[in-house]
């Protein structure tokens, strides 16, 4: 299992190599790429949490903690891991789409 911050390297990563994540978003393009990662069942998140004066950020470990034993203990989220990580493999990677750009398509 992946914990992460949600950038898309990470994200893709994971999935590409068949890894169930618990991700911990900091800002909005990082906390859509982790509800992605969830709505695919691929693991969970968790959102950190402002405090009063918007300039500090914490995260419930008590949240964490549940969410990666959650996701490290139900096969579910490995099982869905790893078919994202074959379809993607599929795609041919950085050779393929050299091909295609060079091929014009």
């Known amino acids: ?14 999935l590409f190599t068949g890894t169930p994540a618990v991700v911990i978003p900091a800002y909005s393009e990082r906390e859509s790429n ?3 990662i969830t709505a ?16 500090r950020k914490s995260v419930p470990v008590d949240e964490l ?9 139900d ?9 994202l990580g074959d379809e993607m493999r599929t795609y041919g990677g950085a050779d393929r789409a050299a091909d295609l750009i060079e091929g014009g398509m």
């Open 34 to 36: 982790a509800r992605r």
């Open 65 to 73: 903690r549940r969410k990666v034993l959650t996701v490290l203990r």
């Open 40 to 55: 695919q069942g691929a693991g969970d998140y968790v959102l950190p949490r402002s405090d009063p004066s918007g300039r």
């Open 75 to 83: 096969p579910a989220y490995a099982a869905s891991a790893q078919r």
């Open 1 to 14: 299992m992946l914990v992460h911050h949600g950038g898309y390297g990470s994200c893709q990563t994971g």
